[in-house]
Structures are given as structure tokens and as C-alpha cells.
């Protein structure tokens, strides 16, 4: 049978259309989502339309920073915990996480306020419905060594069993290492407390983001961040095999992008970064 060179480049195509399809690592209970603050919109309900458009899943929701003086959090009114919950109505786009970003500035390792911010925090994540809440600890604010470690687990305690009752798990998010983290977790005792694993901030750190997922296990890990320099796939973190990681040890949970807009154009950087991510996996 003579096939014509047209013909020739369709089977190429199908061929290598099947090869791909195969390679994709199957996560079934993977969900993408993307951070309010990553499409411009921190703590603005409009996040759920533009990420809907852009075809994610989940979107991760700041509490926002209040002002110096403050007594309570920007999200913390009930007309915009209600439009929230009409959003997602609407859209039926998910609340994949929330983070309490106060925490940059008012840290729970030594901040009094720290504290206080998250005891708001719960109450106002029980109405919303998050799966996790994401705690940020970084450079001066994370434990410095092992008695700071066990001083903030022992300061996590009583908010943890109030996390449990609101069904939200409270997720460190920091640059120790995944045994660090674990002692933490371990300190407290509480299915409620986990990691938010960064991959970016994992590798930056020095860490081996793929081998510390496979450490820790499925079940320390409450949510992720995905992101790189630039675009996903043409930098340093190893997203495939970070994929196979999470199918290794069954993860079922959000993936959300935390990823910068190297063209400033919102829409279309997020749209080829998930196109990306959608690539490698398969449901």
C-alpha cells in the first residue's frame, strides 16, 4: 500500500501523540490550583472567575495583611466570607488553601501577634471550608535549631486540636528540612498538622524536593506549590520527577501554582505553566 507523504506525517504525529500520552505519570487524585496573589487578585473574590477562565481547579485565598493596629484580619467580615462563598457556588471552582500571610511579618516563633492572628484564622477557615491552611516560617521567623523547633510545637499544640474540630490541617511552610519538619509534626501528635511543600523553596534550599516528598509520605504532606524561575519546565526543579514522587507514595490532594508572569500578562503566563503541568499527568 502507497502512502502518501501527508499520510506519512499524520502517522508520525499519532505516534508521537500515543508515546506522550503514555509518559504521563497517572495521579488520580491530583487537583491543580493557583494562588490569589499569583494572578494579581490577593484576597479578591474575582480570583475565582479568572482562574475558572483559565482552566484551574482550586484557587489558594490570602486572609491578607492587615494594617499596623489592625484588630482583625482583611477577610474576617462576613459579606466577604459570603461572596466568597458564592463564588465558589458559581464557578465551582474549589478553595484549595488558604494562607495566612500575616504570618510574614507577625511570625509564630517569637511574635506575639502571631498567635493571635491564627486563633482568627480558624474560625474563619471553618466557614470557608479550606482543606489546609498554609503557615508561612521563613529566614529569622522559622526555628533556628532543635529547641526552637520544639518550643513552636509545643506552642502549635492547643491550635491544632482546634484545627482538627474545624477540619483544616495547619501546613508549615518554611526551608527545613523534611526531618525538621517532622519533628515538629511529631512534637504535636495531631493529624492536623502537616507541610505545605514547596518544591522551589525545597531545591533553593538544598534539598532534593522528589526525594524529601518520598520521604515524608502522603500523609505529612497536606498541599504543594509548584513553581520555578520563569516558566515551568525550563528551569531547575525537576517537575517529572516530582510527579512520579507524588504517585509513589499516593498523593491525593492540591498541587497549586505559585508561579510569577515572566510577560506580565497574567492570563496567558498561567494558561502555559498549567498547559505544562497538565502534560506531565494524567487522572
Same mark, same amino acid.
Given at each position: 500500500?502507497?502512502?502518501?507523504?501527508?499520510?506519512?506525517?499524520?502517522?508520525?504525529?499519532?505516534?508521537?501523540?500515543?508515546?506522550?500520552?503514555?509518559?504521563?505519570?497517572?495521579?488520580?487524585?491530583?487537583?491543580?490550583?493557583?494562588?490569589?496573589?499569583?494572578?494579581?487578585?490577593?484576597?479578591?473574590?474575582?480570583?475565582?472567575?479568572?482562574?475558572?477562565?483559565?482552566?484551574?481547579?482550586?484557587?489558594?485565598?490570602?486572609?491578607?495583611?492587615?494594617?499596623?493596629?489592625?484588630?482583625?484580619? +482583611?477577610?474576617?467580615?462576613?459579606?466577604?466570607?459570603?461572596?466568597?462563598?458564592?463564588?465558589?457556588?458559581?464557578?465551582?471552582?474549589?478553595?484549595?488553601?488558604?494562607?495566612?500571610?500575616?504570618?510574614?511579618?507577625?511570625?509564630?516563633?517569637?511574635?506575639?501577634?502571631? +498567635?493571635?492572628?491564627?486563633?482568627?484564622?480558624? +474560625?474563619?477557615?471553618?466557614?470557608?471550608?479550606?482543606?489546609?491552611?498554609?503557615?508561612?516560617?521563613?529566614?529569622?521567623?522559622?526555628?533556628?535549631?532543635?529547641?526552637?523547633?520544639?518550643?513552636?510545637?509545643?506552642?502549635?499544640?492547643?491550635?491544632?486540636?482546634?484545627?482538627?474540630?474545624?477540619?483544616?490541617?495547619?501546613?508549615?511552610?518554611?526551608?527545613?528540612?523534611?526531618?525538621?519538619?517532622?519533628?515538629?509534626?511529631?512534637?504535636?501528635?495531631?493529624?492536623?498538622?502537616?507541610?505545605?511543600?514547596?518544591?522551589?523553596?525545597?531545591?533553593?534550599?538544598?534539598?532534593?524536593?522528589?526525594?524529601?516528598?518520598?520521604?515524608?509520605?502522603?500523609?505529612?504532606?497536606?498541599?504543594?506549590?509548584?513553581?520555578?524561575?520563569?516558566?515551568?519546565?525550563?528551569?531547575?526543579?525537576?517537575? +517529572?520527577?516530582?510527579?512520579?514522587?507524588?504517585?509513589?507514595?499516593?498523593?491525593?490532594?492540591?498541587?497549586?501554582?505559585?508561579?510569577?508572569?515572566?510577560?506580565?500578562?497574567?492570563?496567558?503566563?498561567?494558561?502555559?505553566?498549567?498547559?505544562?503541568?497538565?502534560?506531565?499527568?494524567?487522572?
Amino acid at each position: 500500500m502507497n502512502i502518501s507523504r501527508r499520510e506519512c506525517f499524520q502517522l508520525a504525529a499519532g505516534l508521537w501523540t500515543a508515546s506522550a500520552a503514555s509518559a504521563k505519570v497517572r495521579i488520580p487524585g491530583l487537583h491543580i490550583g493557583v494562588t490569589d496573589w499569583n494572578l494579581g487578585m490577593t484576597t479578591k473574590v474575582e480570583a475565582f472567575a479568572l482562574a475558572k477562565k483559565i482552566g484551574f481547579e482550586g484557587v489558594e485565598v490570602s486572609f491578607g495583611r492587615p494594617k499596623q493596629g489592625a484588630s482583625k484580619l +482583611p477577610i474576617d467580615d462576613p459579606e466577604l466570607i459570603a461572596r466568597y462563598q458564592a463564588a465558589m457556588k458559581e464557578t465551582r471552582i474549589k478553595l484549595s488553601s488558604m494562607c495566612l500571610d500575616v504570618l510574614h511579618s507577625n511570625n509564630l516563633k517569637d511574635n506575639p501577634l502571631g +498567635p493571635k492572628w491564627l486563633g482568627m484564622a480558624i +474560625p474563619i477557615a471553618k466557614k470557608l471550608k479550606p482543606t489546609s491552611m498554609l503557615l508561612p516560617m521563613f529566614g529569622k521567623n522559622q526555628p533556628q535549631n532543635r529547641a526552637e523547633m520544639d518550643a513552636l510545637a509545643d506552642k502549635l499544640k492547643d491550635f491544632a486540636k482546634e484545627a482538627e474540630r474545624a477540619k483544616v490541617a495547619l501546613a508549615l511552610e518554611n526551608t527545613l528540612s523534611a526531618e525538621d519538619n517532622a519533628r515538629i509534626i511529631e512534637r504535636v501528635n495531631s493529624p492536623a498538622l502537616k507541610v505545605f511543600y514547596d518544591v522551589g523553596n525545597a531545591l533553593g534550599a538544598g534539598f532534593d524536593p522528589a526525594k524529601e516528598i518520598r520521604w515524608l509520605g502522603k500523609k505529612r504532606i497536606a498541599t504543594l506549590h509548584l513553581k520555578d524561575r520563569g516558566w515551568l519546565g525550563e528551569g531547575k526543579v525537576d517537575l +517529572p520527577g516530582i510527579m512520579q514522587a507524588l504517585a509513589d507514595i499516593g498523593y491525593r490532594g492540591w498541587a497549586d501554582l505559585e508561579t510569577s508572569n515572566p510577560t506580565k500578562n497574567v492570563e496567558a503566563d498561567m494558561k502555559k505553566n498549567l498547559a505544562y503541568v497538565q502534560s506531565l499527568v494524567s487522572g
